[in-house]
């Protein structure tokens, strides 16, 4: 019998994996208090199926069938019955061990809970429950759903029945995984992130950002350029992950660039506020 699933949180990384999840044919809950944040993913999904539909990609029976196996809530009881919760709530360390206590009290005994952080410590995550040996972190990359990679971390006192339980897991939703390090930033984030990083502070001397992409992008390759990508992802993740960083190291190349965190203040966050390095309609 295959798990089931929760997700909690129905943000662009939430809804992501859940969608994912639910195309891989498990039962998946997708469970967030802030209702609104609930519409939006339901309205989200809808229209990525009605692009692939378009595509000739999916059919309106295969669209009905996952939608069958996504369910919503806004109510974190709701955890209840389920095998395996998935964590994807915003990038702060406080808010995720108060998710993961509360996660703890509500779930079964034997739930296994996963962070899907990009490059916190899953160590102190787990020292918000009393069930540690079951937790670990599954980091998804945006967008879930076409993204490959999953990043597997294990804590301190992560078992190894709950490390293979996931892998299987992510296995079966059609993920290549890699076994990362507890370190801030675990691989992708610790070799990217800087380099966005650094890409900002080219900006803040006065490289034009497109000149910063063309470069990268003509000159290595990219498919995207640095500042393309932060804005794709977002200057506010990007910022958390970047000063993630530079508290888990104390290293001063991890210094996260001043005009990021000029932009994040001024609600420059990239393409999901119509302005970051660049304007979006």
């Known amino acids: 019998m295959r798990m089931k699933i929760a997700v909690i949180g129905a943000g662009l990384m939430g809804s992501g994996i859940a969608q994912t999840c639910a195309q891989a044919g498990?039962?998946?809950?997708?469970?967030?208090?802030f209702e609104p944040a609930i519409e939006k993913a339901k309205e989200n999904i809808e229209k990525i199926f009605v692009k692939k539909i378009a595509k000739g990609?999916?059919?309106?029976?295969?669209?009905?069938?996952?939608?069958e196996r996504l369910t919503y809530s806004s109510h974190m009881e709701d955890v209840k019955g389920a095998d395996l919760i998935i964590e994807a709530v915003p990038e702060k360390i406080d808010l995720k061990k108060s998710v993961f206590e509360?996660?703890?009290?509500?779930?079964?005994?034997?739930?296994?809970?996963?962070?899907?952080?990009?490059?916190l410590s899953i160590s102190e995550i787990a020292a918000a429950t009393n069930r540690p040996d079951k937790v670990m972190g599954v980091h998804f990359f945006y967008p879930a759903p076409v993204m490959k990679l999953v990043e597997l971390i294990r804590g301190i006192a992560t078992a190894d029945e709950t490390y293979h339980k996931v892998k299987e897991f992510a296995t079966a939703i059609k993920k290549t995984v890699v076994d990362a390090p507890e370190y801030p930033g675990f691989i992708?984030?610790?070799?990217?992130?800087?380099?966005q990083n650094e890409a900002a502070f080219m900006v803040m001397e006065g490289c034009k950002p497109e000149d910063v992409d063309n470069a990268m992008k003509l000159g290595c390759n990219f498919p995207m350029g640095p500042l393309e990508l932060t804005d794709f992802v977002g200057v506010d993740v990007m910022l958390a992950t970047m000063t993630g960083l530079y508290n888990g190291f104390h290293d001063s190349k991890y210094r996260p660039c001043p005009l990021l965190?000029?932009?994040?203040?001024?609600?420059h966050l990239g393409r999901k506020s119509g302005q970051g390095f660049y304007k979006y309609e």
């Open 261 to 267: 965190e000029t932009m994040v203040k001024a609600g």
């Open 57 to 67: 990609k999916i059919t309106e029976a295969e669209k009905a069938e996952v939608l």
């Open 102 to 119: 509360q996660l703890d009290k509500l779930a079964d005994p034997e739930t296994l809970i996963v962070s899907n952080t990009s490059g």
């Open 26 to 33: 498990y039962e998946v809950k997708n469970i967030d208090v």
């Open 188 to 195: 992708v984030n610790r070799v990217l992130v800087p380099m």
